[in-house]
């Protein structure tokens, strides 16, 4: 991504997914909230950034500043793009919303819109609205503004939302009472956790690619991300053994912890690996102002597996004991500490979509807005790529 946008040092971006009943993940949704409330912000150069980053999957835009809303619709929207509209603003801006399509109204209405409600596809309203009863008077599809649990998703459905934004899950993982400490891992899981091993002990190209082979799918979404414009890897990689010449050891962990954080076949866990790849992109791009040779492969891991326990259903501390990290990644799975940990901090602050939880975690790692934006949007242009 260029690194020629301004606008970006006015923001603090955050970012979640848009699911579905079945889990599916929808689209991606960027808040752009204006670090000083009064900024002007140049609308044009903020979807210059945004169209960068995001050209051509579904994404929503939330842009809670009167002026810049107005500035915004005022020109034509990237057809991929839809855009937030808090309701309370919607009757004011019923001369600009002609022009459109596909936006979202957000929060209840006092009573229903007039013509401008053909400018909406779906009205979005808070789990609380939901469960006061709160309707909406436009008849508009209900989605549900922030969820952070599956319990919460689960009520959202059950309420009459379609879709939800937010992840299913919140914290670390802890099993209901009575469950066991670690959950039983599927056969497809089972050889990826092998195979980590092998190459975490250096064992022969021979033994490693015969472990590969009892799982075929594996080893060609293994390829399919090597060979992804994402990682931009000099020369196209046609097997396994290719990528431990072109790659070593060292590096090809990072693309089994890239396997291992994808593979699940638990549809309810779509969300989860959706935000578990950008956190381990976000994490990488930030490592780049390290001077540390391992920091870039570790970081990205580190991102990956920090929500590998709800994936896995299984404590870290029980966990890690059978799949291997590099020990500054264990300290801030494990033991919330470390080096990685404020940059862990800093990933779960951008998907609050929090301007104070944005903030402090930048302040505390001494990183300005620019450069963090930049790492954000840089993160969701390469996951998108790799999906």
């Known amino acids: 991504m260029s690194l020629k946008h301004p606008v970006l040092a006015q923001l603090a971006l955050g970012f979640s997914p848009l699911y579905d009943k079945q889990r599916q993940v929808l689209a991606t949704r960027v808040s752009c909230i204006p670090l000083k409330p009064e ?69 209840a209405s006092g ?13 979005e309203l808070d789990l609380d609205d939901l469960r006061r009863g709160a309707s909406d008077p436009n008849k508009l599809p209900l989605w549900c503004n922030v969820v952070r649990s599956g319990e919460e998703a689960a009520e959202a459905f059950q309420r009459g939302a379609l879709a939800v934004f937010g992840l299913p899950v919140d914290g670390v993982y802890e099993p209901a009472p009575g469950s066991p400490a670690k959950a039983e891992v599927s056969a497809d899981l089972q050889v990826i956790i092998t195979l980590m091993g092998q190459v975490d002990q250096g064992e022969s190209a021979e033994k ?3 472990t590969l082979k009892r799982d075929p799918s594996l080893a060609f979404k293994l390829l399919r991300y090597m060979n992804s414009a994402a990682f931009g890897l000099p020369v196209e990689v046609t097997s396994f053994r290719h990528a431990m010449m072109l790659l070593g050891l060292t590096r090809l962990k990072r693309w089994l912890a890239l396997l291992l954080a994808t593979a699940s076949k638990d549809n309810a866990m779509r969300p989860v690996m959706w935000a578990a790849l950008r956190r381990g992109l976000l994490m990488e791009e930030l490592s780049k102002s390290l001077q540390d040779s391992d920091a870039k492969d570790e970081m990205f891991i580190c991102g990956l597996f920090s929500l590998l326990d709800h994936l896995l259903k299984t404590p870290f501390a029980k966990l890690l004991e059978s799949i ?54 840089s993160a969701l242009n390469k996951g998108a790529q790799l999906e």
């Not at 002007?40 to 945004?50: F, G, K, Q, S, T």
């Not at 009573?111 to 009205?123: D, I, N, P, Q, V």
């Not at 951008?350 to 001494?366: G, I, Q």
Request: glycine share 6%; proline share 8%; hydrophobic share 50%.
């Open 39 to 107: 900024a002007e912000i140049d609308v044009a150069a903020l979807w210059a950034a945004l169209a960068e980053a995001v050209p051509d999957k579904p994404a929503v835009l939330c842009l809670p500043q009167e002026a810049a809303l107005q500035a915004l619709l005022a020109q034509p929207l990237p057809g991929n793009w839809s855009v937030e509209i808090p309701a309370f603003l919607a009757a004011g801006l019923s001369e600009s919303l002609g022009r459109h399509k596909g936006l979202l109204l957000k929060g």
């Open 111 to 123: 009573a229903a819109l007039g013509a401008e409600r053909s400018a909406f596809k779906a009205t």
């Open 208 to 210: 490693m690619e015969a």
């Open 324 to 377: 291997p990290c590099p020990e500054r990644v264990r300290q801030a799975l494990v033991e919330d500490g470390g080096p990685y940990q404020p940059y862990l901090q800093l990933a779960r602050a951008v998907e609050s979509e929090s301007a104070f939880d944005y903030r402090d975690a930048a302040e505390a790692l001494m990183i300005g807005p620019s450069e963090l934006n930049h790492a954000i949007l």
